[in-house]
């Protein structure tokens, strides 16, 4: 009996990624990128495997790169092999606890400021994103967009879309600098600009300060050039209810609709429910009535569960299984289909929420920032 050759000894994990990663960009910066290494790194291991394989995985020169028979023959089955290995890691540390476990350890200490004081809460809300990575290769940028401040990140390969990012943080903490590693991951996988506003917080500034900033970023971006068609509207937890007010609004003013809208865990209800612990209806009054002020909490122009939600653009919602604050999103998306607008619900079995800020150690959480990506790039609904 003839055995099979055997893998060479010495072929590691970061040969494999590396190899699927240049094979999929057809480029070594993006394929850097994408990997947080430099491309003179990611050159070596690429020659380094090649060498263990015996033979060339790519053609390149100056103005291209492209696969041999050789790394077309060895593409398919790697990816294989990476997605069985992932998911045989992914199922022993869900087992382990070791996600949850990692999540939990940055997030616990915001949690257990919130029955604090405001100031507390907010420096605990951004140590956590201090913890999160930005993307390399991602410049950082400021900008002023129609007297609201804010920041951009830009990758090296970005399109011309430009993606306002709301962020989250119960309209009462979070700030578009601490934001900057999310922002960074969605305009790495969007290929876009991300512009992330430094919209005004409750409850120094209740309704409708927040949505009011946000949308005159959008009318900024329109008024300086950007045809609808090359912005996107997102947001995550209750980042994602503002991002609803901002369209709301902005189709009740005769503008025109961006070209997606992007939905990420979106804290969208507004009424505790009547099984919620008492400690958890009195941090839930806490937040409302910050952000609303004297508004009602039906009120359709901050509550988007109360509103006519016809007109409004593609859109993306992601959410996880065992998510307490994501309350209310299945009725959301029911309620954009009814309305006819072409909607898209992507749940994830994992606990936490706004888990798509841990996209650089949990798997669900990078694949959640690829389809964003993907759906950014192409927002249809099939």
């Not at 400021?113 to 605990?124: I, V």
């Not at 900033?213 to 008024?223: F, M, Q, S």
């Not at 947001?235 to 009740?252: E, I, K, N, P, Q």
Request: with cysteine.
């Amino acid at each position: 009996m003839v055995e099979p050759p055997r893998t060479p000894e010495g072929v590691e994990l970061r040969h494999l990624r590396a190899f699927v990663a240049v094979a999929e960009e057809l480029n070594f910066g993006r394929a850097a990128q994408r990997l947080y290494v430099t491309q003179p790194a990611l050159s070596r291991t690429i020659r380094g495997l090649e060498k263990l394989v015996g033979c060339d995985l790519f053609h390149r020169n100056t103005r291209s790169v492209s696969l041999t028979a050789a790394g077309k023959a060895m593409l398919d089955r790697t990816r294989d092999v990476l997605a069985d290995l992932d998911a045989a890691m992914t199922a022993a540390q869900a087992a382990g606890g070791e996600l949850s476990a990692r999540m939990d350890r940055i997030w616990s200490p915001v949690q257990e400021s919130f029955d604090g004081e405001l100031a507390p809460m907010r420096e605990a809300f951004e140590a956590m994103h201090a913890q999160l990575p930005t993307p390399e290769g991602v410049l950082l940028e400021p900008v002023n967009a129609g007297g609201v401040p804010g920041i951009q990140l830009v990758p090296a390969d970005a399109s011309e879309l430009t993606v306002v990012y709301a962020h989250g943080g119960g309209f009462m903490m979070g700030s578009a600098y601490g934001y900057r590693g999310m922002a960074g991951a969605v305009a790495r996988s969007a290929r876009a600009r991300v512009l992330t506003p430094e919209f005004r917080l409750a409850p120094e500034h209740p309704f409708p300060a927040a949505r009011d900033d946000v949308l005159t970023v959008y009318r900024w971006l329109l008024d300086s050039g950007h045809a609808p068609d090359q912005i996107a509207l997102m947001g995550d937890s209750t980042g994602a209810m503002l991002t609803l007010s901002v369209l709301l609004r902005a189709r009740d003013d005769g503008l025109p609709m961006p070209r997606a809208a992007v939905l990420l865990c979106p804290s969208v209800d507004f009424f505790a429910p009547a099984e919620s612990a008492p400690t958890e209806v009195e941090l839930h009054l806490r937040f409302q009535s910050a952000y609303l002020g004297q508004l009602p909490a039906h009120d359709p122009e901050a509550n988007a569960l109360c509103a006519d939600l016809g007109g409004l653009p593609p859109t993306l919602v992601q959410s996880a299984e065992f998510d307490d604050m994501g309350r209310g999103t299945g009725t959301l998306v029911s309620g954009l289909r009814e309305a006819g607008v072409a909607v898209r619900h992507d749940s994830f079995p994992v606990e936490g929420h706004a888990f798509q800020l841990y996209w650089s150690f949990h798997p669900e959480a990078a694949e959640a920032v690829r389809r964003i990506g993907e759906f950014l790039r192409d927002p249809v609904i099939r």
